[in-house]
């Protein structure tokens, strides 16, 4: 059976997290997330915003085996977005909430 193809806003720098990474872990497949935060963190360097500096900022992840460049992939999400508190107030988190750190070996 084919999945049901999904109706995504446009990538663009006003866009809400739940709109651009989903707002449940199930809404947006790992893959389809990846490709729309590549997409946001080059329209905000090719626009010359510090957004995406701001939130490639991976130094509170750095040494943890799940990190991956700036994604965590226990969480499948950007490692500076906290699927909680970035959602509600747009802060900087970590993706796992620091509860599934673990360091490299």
Known sequence: MRQPTLLLPPVTLSIRFADLLGDKMLTIPAAERRSRWADWLRLSR????AGARYWSDNSQCRGCKHL?????????LPCTVNPILTYRTGEVGMACMGAGREERA
């Open 68 to 76: 991956r460049g700036t994604w965590c992939q226990l969480q499948e």
């Open 46 to 49: 090719t626009t010359g915003r």
